[in-house]
Nanobody, 124 residues
Framework: QVQLVESGGGVVQTGGSLSVSCAAS????????MGWFRQAPGKEREFVAG????????YYADSVKGRFTIARDNAKNTSYLQMNSLEPDDTAVYYC?????????????????WGQGTQVTVSS
């Protein structure tokens, strides 16, 4: 079992930056791939970024490439998502997830454990 808790969401103006974190506990977090997803009202949950178990491989959705950076610190069982140049379309609840896989995956069904989410709101 893996428990995930996101933190760091909030309200930011267009063009601003925000960082969200995901603290994991309960199992060998460092063995598994993890991802960040987001869901806006009335929309499906979508992949944002993912990292392999070691952090050596990362993958981003086209919509955030060049603006967002995913990282993980396995010693601290924590993942981070640094978000720069934020736009109103980035407004959503952001979720971290861990999958019992070692490589990056962008499909939600590949992930087995989910956090409760943290709200990110970008005002225009």
């Amino acid at each position: 079992q893996v428990q995930l808790v996101e933190s760091g969401g909030g309200v930011v103006q267009t063009g601003g930056s925000l960082s969200v974190s995901c603290a994991a506990s309960g199992s060998t977090f460092s063995s598994y791939a993890m991802g960040w997803f987001r869901q806006a009202p009335g929309k499906e949950r979508e992949f944002v970024a993912g990292t392999s178990w070691s952090g050596g491989t990362t993958y981003y959705a086209d919509s955030v490439k060049g603006r967002f950076t995913i990282a993980r610190d396995n010693a601290k069982n924590t993942s981070y998502l640094q978000m720069n140049s934020l736009e109103p379309d980035d407004t959503a609840v952001y979720y971290c997830a861990v999958g019992l896989i070692t490589i990056v995956a962008c499909m939600p069904f590949k992930y087995d454990y989910w956090g409760q989410g943290t709200q990110v709101t970008v005002s225009s």
